[in-house]
């Protein structure tokens, strides 16, 4: 099961990915497409052309994860925007984006990150 534990940041690759591609394949594109480290401890997801397919790639101590999800009804809500970088979410955007949400939740709460005690 995909695990918060230990991911630092969280990127989509806007537009489509040909999910043929395995390991090494995305990696090349996450060191080349995206100009960022493919052995960092962050989750690079791709999705397929017609959005109900997605790959995420992860780099854990001593080898790559590939995750993979089919979905068997419904599309997930990617952002079409072809060549551009990639988007940074967050993992809770990720949870929502997995879970069919769009990941702009204009009504959930929003993070608190520290808090002041008076």
Not at 13 to 37: H, M, P, Q, Y
Not at 90 to 111: T, V
């Amino acid at each position: 099961m995909l695990s918060e534990a230990g991911v630092d940041r969280v990127y989509l690759a806007t537009g489509n990915t040909d999910l043929r591609k395995s390991i090494d394949g995305l990696a090349v594109l996450v060191k080349e497409g995206f100009e960022l480290d493919p052995f960092s401890s962050c989750l690079f997801v791709f999705c397929n052309r017609k959005r109900d397919k997605l790959k995420i790639l992860h780099w854990e101590y001593s080898g790559f994860w590939l995750y993979y999800k089919r979905l068997e009804r419904g599309k997930f809500h990617w952002p079409q925007e072809p060549g551009s970088s990639p988007v940074k979410i967050s993992y809770r955007q990720l949870r929502w984006l997995l879970d069919g949400l769009p990941i702009n939740q204009l009504n959930a709460h929003p993070e608190v990150t520290e808090r002041t005690i008076i």
